[in-house]
């Protein structure tokens, strides 16, 4: 286990990842563009989740490469990446279940969007978050909440448009039990 710790800390795997999320991000707000090019500009902010949660990540790899930490980077990285991670593959296994196939690209999201979750908790000893950065993430992430299923901004996923409901209420104790599981991974078992 130690040998993997060790790998997550060479330069050449974090520069792998930085390039990866680079992509993945760029990637990402391709795959958005038509509902961004529909959404009020109050909102554009708050619709690319998947996309923004890399792009945090990004800078917490960049401060990584100079042997910083950027502790509110760290923690709306780990918190939008582990919550719209296990959002996407959800939705993408729900959309399955509800329509009895999947394009390929649903394969392709589950595979990315599980490892974005992944990647995002593996560096959670090397996180140097506060409680009050945490609040921060709380906030941005159920105000995202609000954003999605109140002002009806949430990423389009057209065969499950009847169950509005229901993904919100879903989308709401995923941002809780994220928010507890970076709580415990990371400010608690630190003591901090």
Known sequence: MKSFYKLLEKRWFLLLLFLTNFLGTVYGYIWYGNQLSQTPAEFLIFVPDSPTA?????FVLGAFLIKKNWPLMEAL???TLFKYGIWAVFMNIFTY???GSLHWTGYMLI???ALMAIQGLLYASYYR?????LV???IWILHNDVIDYVF??????????NYTPQIGYFSFWLSIATLLITYFLVI????S
């Not at 608690?188 to 003591?191: A, D, L, P, Q, S």
């Open 97 to 99: 279940y509800a329509t």
């Open 111 to 113: 595979a990315s969007h």
């Open 188 to 191: 608690k078992r630190k003591g």
């Open 152 to 161: 009806f901004m949430m990423p389009w996923y057209g065969p499950l448009s």
């Open 77 to 79: 990285a780990v918190v």
């Open 54 to 58: 890399s792009l945090f990540f990004i």
């Open 136 to 138: 921060i993430a709380a």
């Open 129 to 133: 978050i506060r409680l009050w950065h």
